[in-house]
């Protein structure tokens, strides 16, 4: 059985490491398709950067939780690749993978995921305040969102706002063998207990996310956390869903599912908009168009 000081050492690792390879990651940008007009050598390159992993990954937020010094528990978003918090991230993007290629599509995923650093990594929250403490379980309330009166909602690219979802979607939350409920219309499902923080405040866990066979597009899902030991619950937080084709995860898209889910991106960005700009409540809209972030994070079609 591992003692106190391996798990702190076995944390403070896998942080250092995500942090490494992130550092790797950022010597390269990703390489614009008008290069291939270059000729075939450049087509060439560019087909080998965009198939590595290590290079083509580009950002991944889950939620951060922490506290806000006080002994209130507080909710932004964090680069998981970089451990760069951004308190103001309020709107999380996440993935469901579904094979478009197979007639009715059904779309899964595990993401975002809610994440405290340890106590040794702390210090990236900077004046943020403290990370969240030791043997803290954190429960999560996926709840009606009050402007939309909705728990999930459907983005109509054409009206260019959210709506009830078109035929009747749903999203079934879980983790693991543990069945939390069923997000449908205004139905909430409440006190979920997503994991619970090691000695040092770790933690990093990621519900599960089915919306089965669904039309494809955008959904949106409004979340507040608690954590025992802290004031809450916290501040809510945005989570905006895309289904993307699972060739994305390998980065083995033909030209088709590269289509589609160039669409759903673009899709992406107008309902991240939209949520900043109309149901981000101020002061908050105010701060996050302020510090030229929109508060928005984003996980952009990350590489494998």
């Known amino acids: 059985m591992c003692d106190e000081r391996s798990v702190r050492d076995w944390e403070s690792l896998r942080e250092l490491i995500k942090l490494e390879n992130s550092e790797m990651n ?44 006080a002994g209130n528990l507080q909710a ?5 690749n970089t451990l760069v918090p951004d308190a103001g991230a309020v709107v999380i993007e996440g993935e ?22 340890s106590d040794a990594n702390a210090g990236i929250l900077g004046g943020l305040g403290d990370n969240l403490p030791g043997g803290s379980t954190v429960t999560l309330d996926f709840l009606v ?26 999203l079934t939350l879980s983790q693991g063998a543990s069945f939390w409920g069923v997000l449908s219309g205004t139905t909430e499902v409440i ?43 916290s501040n ?17 898209c033909n030209a088709a599912q590269e289509m589609f889910n160039i669409g759903i991106e673009e ?10 700009s109309t149901l981000v409540p101020e002061p908050g809209t105010a701060l996050l168009f302020g510090l030229g972030l929109m508060g928005l994070g984003r996980a952009s079609r990350p590489r494998r």
């Open 96 to 117: 469901l993978f579904g094979d478009t290629t197979a007639g009715t599509p059904t779309f899964q995923g595990a993401d975002p995921g809610f994440f405290s650093p």
């Open 76 to 80: 932004g978003g964090i680069d998981v």
């Open 191 to 233: 006190g979920n207990a997503v994991g619970t923080t090691s000695s040092t405040g770790f933690v990093d866990d990621h519900p599960d996310y089915d919306l089965g066979a669904a039309t494809p597009g955008v959904y949106l899902a409004y979340v507040q956390a608690s954590a025992t030991g802290l004031s809450g619950p």
């Open 267 to 276: 899709q992406i960005e107008a309902a991240e908009g939209y949520v900043a």
């Open 26 to 69: 950022m010597m390269t940008n990703r390489v614009s398709p008008g290069l291939l007009g270059l000729g075939w050598f450049a087509a060439a390159l560019v087909a080998l950067l965009v198939a590595s992993p290590a290079i083509a990954q580009e950002a991944h937020f889950d939620v951060l939780l922490f506290d806000d010094g």
């Open 145 to 170: 969102e009050p402007t939309l009166n909705l728990s999930l909602a459907y983005w109509d690219d054409g009206l260019g706002q959210f709506g009830a979802t078109p035929a009747g979607e749903t």
């Open 236 to 252: 809510p937080v945005w989570l905006l869903l895309g289904t993307l084709d699972v060739c994305e995860e390998t980065a083995s």
